[in-house]
């Protein structure tokens, strides 16, 4: 098992630790539905704050105080004032931040919004590959269940592993889980060695080399990025590998107007709505056109009413997965600060 103390449940963040989020500007009233009214007025009410994930309908994103990757989503939960969030995102998300928020309410709009990335690492497995490698570092993806956190040494994102696996111990084996492509691009570009758990995200694993291949021969000179749980093929057909968040900075300040985009479809929505004057085309699979996680779709605008109006569901937490799965995430929040 890993060196794990008993962390008291509270952050401190300092002032550089937001820079990465955004702060959602209104909407004129005469655009919103009548369901998005409701909810803003039922989120004043109840003094409560809605972060959702890039993967989010639009029309989600659009009523959302914070909308971003998970890094910047877990940043903005540590930071919250509200006494309740209601987390548009996955299961494990909206965990998370109840991990850093043990006393406020965490609500998720449909609590079967889980992971398959999550699911592919079992709690039990991982113990049981923690008593064959005693001396073993576990760098987690934060796509894990708050059980497989709870025996982590460190959480990490798409958007810091580098920089969480470069301050990893010299003298001790890592293990990267549970997602392998992230976890083989955080070996290339470190040159730690690792071994890596065998999961992936079905929704990334599906975009092929060929189709993108032919995307590209219909839009020479558009650059590519991906998110680095694409499969290697794909990465190395990408301009640029990086996490949702850093998507939006790379199609800002990349001269193209034009640019092929290799992740969920709730990402169009963001880049179109910030970055207006630039075309951004949806990587294909071999069967569709753009890629949607079911999961993340859970969430209805209907489903975020409902929340607000019932405070439920609520995630609910063991108190001992709750205090040990809060050590490697502190750690993480204040790694990727340096
Ligand atoms: P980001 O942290 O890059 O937003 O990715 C989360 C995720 O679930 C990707 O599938
Ligand atoms: Fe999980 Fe993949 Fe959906 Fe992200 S896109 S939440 S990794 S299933």
Redesign the pocket.
């Known amino acids: 098992m890993s060196t794990q103390t008993s962390p008291s449940p509270s952050l401190s963040l300092g002032a550089t630790t937001v820079d990465c989020l955004n702060v959602r500007p209104g909407i004129p009233p005469q655009e919103l539905s009548r369901l998005q009214t409701s909810i803003l007025n039922l989120k004043k009410q109840k003094n409560a704050v809605i972060l959702a994930?890039?993967?989010q309908l639009p029309e989600i994103q659009d009523v959302a105080d914070f909308v971003?990757?998970?890094?910047?989503?877990s940043y903005q939960a540590a930071k919250t004032t509200a006494n309740t969030i209601v987390f548009c995102?996955?299961h494990f998300?909206a965990e998370t931040a109840k991990i850093i928020n043990p006393s406020k309410k965490v609500l998720l709009p449909d609590l079967n919004a889980e992971?398959s990335?999550s699911d592919t690492c079992p709690a039990e497995e991982l113990a049981e590959y923690k008593r064959r490698h005693p001396d073993v570092y576990v760098i987690a993806y934060?796509?894990c269940s708050a059980k497989v956190k709870a025996q982590a040494d460190i959480i990490c994102?798409?958007?810091n592993s580098l920089k969480i696996a470069r301050q990893a111990p010299e003298d001790r084996p890592i293990v990267f889980l549970p997602d392998e492509n992230l976890g083989q691009w955080t070996m290339e570009k470190t040159g730690r060695q690792m071994d890596i758990w065998h999961g992936a995200?079905h929704?990334?694993f599906i975009f092929t080399s060929e189709s993108l291949q032919r995307l590209k021969m219909k839009h020479p000179g558009a650059p590519v990025v991906a998110?680095?749980?694409c499969t290697r093929a794909v990465r190395l057909l990408a301009d640029h590998v990086?996490?949702?968040?850093?998507?939006l900075k790379f199609c800002r300040e990349h001269p193209s107007t034009t640019i092929i985009v290799a992740?969920?479809s709730g990402m169009m929505h963001r880049l179109r709505k910030e970055i207006p004057g630039k075309t951004f085309i949806p990587a294909p699979t071999n069967s569709c056109s753009c890629n949607d996680?079911g999961f993340?779709k859970m969430n209805t605008l209907e489903k975020v009413e409902h929340c607000l109006e019932t405070l439920t569901p609520e995630i609910s937490l063991d108190p001992e997965i709750q205090r040990l799965a809060f050590v490697p995430i502190q750690r993480m929040l204040e790694a990727s600060k340096a």
């Open positions: 994930h890039n993967y971003g990757d998970s890094l910047g989503l995102g996955v998300m992971c990335l934060i796509n994102t798409s958007g995200c929704v990334h998110h680095p749980e990086c996490s949702t968040e850093a998507m992740t969920e996680c993340m």
